[in-house]
Each structure stands twice: as C-alpha cells, then as structure tokens.
C-alpha cells in the first residue's frame, strides 16, 4: 500500500494534481498532462518564453509536446491496482481563500505567495522554492490576494524603494527617473521606523482601552451602588410608610372606640332616665284610676274620708322637662380628626419637598443646582492625585502625588506614551465622572488649572491646554486670569487669590471656576455637553512655580 501511495504521487500531474492523463514529458524531465501544460503554455504565448510551472526553466522556442506511452502505461497499471486518492475538499480554494495561481481547473488553497514571482502556491507547486537553490533569494509570505500592489504600474517592476518625499513605495527605476534626487530609502528601513510608531500607537491604544475599562468599571460600580442604595432606600421607606399607616389605623381605631364608647355611656343615662320616667307614669296612671272611682263614689262620708290619702301628690324627683343635650362631643371628636388630618397633609407636603430634593441629590447622574457657600461645595469635595506618567520630564511631583514644582533638571523617563513632551503640565489620575469639587493652591509667574477629557494629545502645539477641543483652563497670572478652549483666550476680571476652585457636574455639563479667599468669587463658568469621562491638569510657565491639590475637610 505504501509502495502504491509513493506510485501514485510520482504519477499526478503537479498542474491539475490528478493522474497523468495523456502525460508529456518536457526537455527540462518534468511530466504533466498534455492539456494542464498546453494551457499553461498558452497563457505565455504573449510572452514568447514558456517556462516549466515545476523549476521555472524557459523554453524558446515553445517545445513540441509528445505522449509519454510509458507513463501512460504506468498510469493504466495504478488505475487497475487501487483507487487513487483525490485531494480532500477542504484543500481546494474557496471564495475568500487566496487560489494556487499555477493549478489548472479546480484550484487548490494558496500556501504562501512569493513576492519575486509575484504568484501564489499551494504546498505542491511551492515544493521547488524549497528544493530549487534558484529561489532561494525569493521571499514567500501568508497567501495574498494583492501582489499586484506590489508591481510598479510604470515600469511593471517589484517595489523595494519608498520614497519619503513622496510618501509613497517605488521601484528601482522610478527612483533613477521622476524621484531622482528625492529622501529614499528602502522598504525594509521605511518598516523599521514606522514598526516602532506602530508599537507606540499600540501602547497608546492598549493605555486608552485600559483607562476606558477603568471607566466602564466604574460606571459598573456605580449601577452596583445605585441598584443597592436604590433597593435599601425603597425597603425602608416601605417599612417607615408601614408603621406611620399603622399609626394612622391605630389612632383610627382608638378614635371610634371613644367615640363608641361615649355613645355607649350617654345611651345608657338616657335609657336610665327613660325607665325612671315610665315608671313614674305608670303610678300616676295608677293614681289618676284611683281618683277616677272616687269621683264616681256616691257615698258622701265615703269620699272625704279617701280624698285626703288619693289627692296628695308625692314630688317627682325627675324634672317633668327635659332639655335634650346637643350633640358636640361627636362633632368636635370629627373637627378634631379632621384637624389631625390637615396638619399631617401640611406634614407631608412640607417633608415630601425634603424627600424629592434628598432623592435627587443622591442621583450623582442627574443635573443639579450648583451650590452657592463654600460649604455648599465642600460637600461635592473629591480628592485628587496626579499621575506621573503623564507629568512633563521637568515637573517634579511631592506630597503623594499632590503637589507639583517646576524644576530645570528631567525628573523621569521620557519614553511612556502617555507623557506630556512639548509643555510643562500633569493630569490627574483616575477619571471624573458626577459632581465634584477641587481647590488648587498655586504660586509662581504662572500656573494653569485645567480639565481635559483623556483624548488630549501628549505632543505637538495641540497638547498645551486651552488650544484643542478636549480641554478648558484658567491661566493664572500674577495680577490677572484668562480662560483658553480651543485656541481661543478670553481674558478674565476677578480678585487676586492664591487659591483657585474648581466645580464640575459632568451630567449637566457645567465647568465653574472661583477664586477662593474668605469668600468665594465666580470666575468663569463653561456651559456645555460632555461626552467623555474627565481629568484634572495642571500646566506651568517659568521654574519654581508650584501647584498643589488641597486637602478639603
């Protein structure tokens, strides 16, 4: 079997990959069939040299091709003794696959490319780059579908030239013609120095997905913390409406048994007067009966000798006149139940607009009014530390990261891509996302405090803040300030302190700036629309100048 495997292999034509059918064998010894070579050959009539696809030998004049009968003899002997094998479905070339340039019919998947040939190979017509010492020099890369690029479309020449002038790859007669005289150099230096580019863009990248991760957990935090807060404060407000309605039933219930109660007792009196009162009636019926037969009495002795016992009345100790008592009680106990009620409607009324305010100042991602006392401000307090691996090499960061000063000497290494190189400045570390409020205590000739989102970039004119879109500061001199955003400077009126503060509430996009002393003055105030997370900055002019985020109690 394996004897026959080897036959086999020996016996496919390296064109189409199947057994010889009518096999040619060329003058350079390789065999394909009569039609894979005829075709490939017909494809190099333009070109008048007919090569081998197998060694790249060329043939001029084009070669008579004759049958090979013993080949064709040893391919009928194989076809009787097994099947021969196919490639395997997954070998031939799909639609997004790069196809063998050199196959015939059904294609193959491309291995490599050679960037010298300029075509495509797949693992069985690649063999002579591998076997062949004459393509040695040639340079295979992962399978493409753009050689062509690769092709000066003037001179139809392979570019190895780029032309810094130009900014653009050349071959080598372009740089002896229209780029004479230009900055070239070749492609493999030009690689070089963009490779290191590339590897710093790919540390800015990586930082900016870091930092947007550290972001994206905060948010996460925050939705953890505001479901929890959220969930505790429904709990417990259920629980305090709870008790205060079962307070309220509770005293409804007292007030209907009093109420009950009274009713019980002054229904009782009455009914004890009512008894008293019937039978009271009932002896002077009793009477009146008596005095009735008297007066019918005939005998003369008879009636003056009952008369003195039946006419004498007995006082009744019950009034014959009642005076029927109004009903108050029951209605000052519904005044006084009614009165209860209105008080507690006053209650609520008043304590909701407590409740409502209270509520929304614990959502941090709602906009607020902004606080009008220091100690207003005090209570959006954020604390704040610089990070050194944006801080300007000249910038020497103390106090746990909190103060800067200007010195003449590098403090730290130049190299990480988050570094400010061309001006004096520092950003904070970790980002700014609800309210809060910071105060900066500076001196020096000049000191800039600054809120930048994290896209602000590290170098060139555009990194010094105020001169880009990303970032807002107040420039702070000696005897006057001045607001910068996007190149463009405003000057700005307002007492002299040492002390500046600064508020930011992120949702509602507003960014004030005060000048702190014993009472606070509003500075400058940017009303506007935030779309990324934020950090603080601080940026200096002149050595010595100093700047330091203050401790808030």
Same mark, same amino acid.
């Given at each position: ?69 013993? /080949?064709? #003899?040893?391919?009928? #002997? ?7 094998? !196919? ?22 998947? !491309?291995?490599?490319?050679? /960037? ?37 479309? =003037? ?99 007292? !007030? ?63 009034? @014959? ?10 209605? #000052? ?37 902004? @606080? ?18 944006? !801080?300007?090499?000249? /910038? ?79 420039? =702070? ?77």
């Amino acid at each position: 079997m394996a004897q026959r495997e080897i036959n086999q292999e020996k016996l496919c034509c390296s064109i189409c990959l199947d057994l010889l059918k009518d096999p040619v064998t060329i003058p350079c010894g390789h065999n394909y069939c009569m039609s894979c070579i005829k075709s490939h050959w017909d494809q190099d009539d333009q070109r008048r040299i007919h090569s081998c696809p197998q060694c790249r030998q060329d043939f001029i004049p084009r070669p008579v091709l004759v049958k090979n009968t013993m /080949l064709a #003899d040893l391919v009928e #002997d194989l076809k009787k003794t097994g099947p021969q094998a !196919a490639p395997a479905d997954h070998c031939y070339a799909g639609t997004d696959d790069v196809a063998c340039d050199v196959c015939t019919g059904r294609k193959l998947k !491309a291995l490599k490319s050679c /960037l010298q040939c300029q075509v495509s190979y797949c693992e069985q017509h690649l063999q002579p780059h591998y076997e062949s010492s004459a393509f040695e020099k040639h340079k295979l890369v992962h399978p493409s579908k753009k050689l062509q690029e690769n092709i000066c479309s =003037c001179h139809d020449e392979v570019m190895k030239i780029f032309c810094r002038t130009d900014q653009q790859c050349i071959c080598y007669l372009c740089s002896m013609d229209e780029h004479k005289g230009h900055d070239i150099v070749s492609a493999a230096a030009e690689r070089g120095e963009r490779q290191r580019d590339l590897k710093l863009n790919q540390q800015k990248i990586q930082q900016r997905i870091q930092d947007r991760e550290e972001v994206v957990k905060v948010l996460q935090q925050e939705v953890v913390a505001i479901n929890g807060s959220a969930d505790k404060a429904v709990r417990d407000s259920e629980k305090i409406f709870t008790e205060l309605i079962s307070l309220i039933e509770k005293k409804s219930s007292d !007030a209907k048994q009093q109420i009950r109660s009274q009713q019980k007792t002054e229904v009782s009196q009455v009914k004890e007067l009512e008894e008293k009162l019937g039978k009271e009636i009932t002896e002077l019926r009793k009477k009146d009966d008596e005095l009735e037969q008297l007066s019918l009495t005939e005998d003369h002795i008879q009636f003056l000798h009952n008369y003195p016992s039946l006419s004498n009345l007995t006082d009744s100790s019950v009034s @014959p006149k009642i005076n029927i008592r109004p009903l108050r009680y029951f209605e #000052d106990v519904v005044a006084a139940v009614s009165e209860a009620r209105d008080k507690l409607q006053d209650i609520l009324r008043e304590e909701w607009t407590k409740i409502s305010r209270t509520v929304a100042d614990v959502d941090v991602l709602l906009p607020q009014a902004e @606080p009008e006392t220091r100690a207003g401000f005090l209570k959006y307090s954020h604390e704040i530390t610089l990070d050194p691996n944006t !801080a300007n090499t000249c /910038l020497l960061l103390s106090e746990g990261n909190r103060k800067v000063t200007v010195t003449l000497e590098e403090q730290l290494d130049s190299s990480h891509p988050d570094r400010f190189t061309n001006w004096l400045q520092v950003l904070s570390r970790g980002c700014l996302m609800r309210r809060c409020y910071w105060e900066v205590e500076r001196s020096g000739l000049q000191v800039s405090v600054a809120v930048t989102d994290m896209d602000i970039s590290k170098t060139g004119v555009e990194s010094l803040f105020g001169n880009n879109e990303q970032s807002w500061t107040l420039a =702070c001199f000696n005897k006057s300030y001045e607001f910068r955003h996007d190149g463009t400077s405003t000057v700005i009126s307002g007492p002299q302190s040492s002390r500046v503060g600064v508020y930011l509430d992120h949702s509602a996009g507003v960014l004030s700036f005060y000048s702190v002393a014993e009472t606070m003055t509003l500075l400058h105030r940017v009303q506007t629309t935030f779309t990324q997370p934020l950090f603080a900055g601080l940026g200096f002019v002149g050595s010595g100048s100093t700047a330091e985020l203050c401790e808030l109690k």
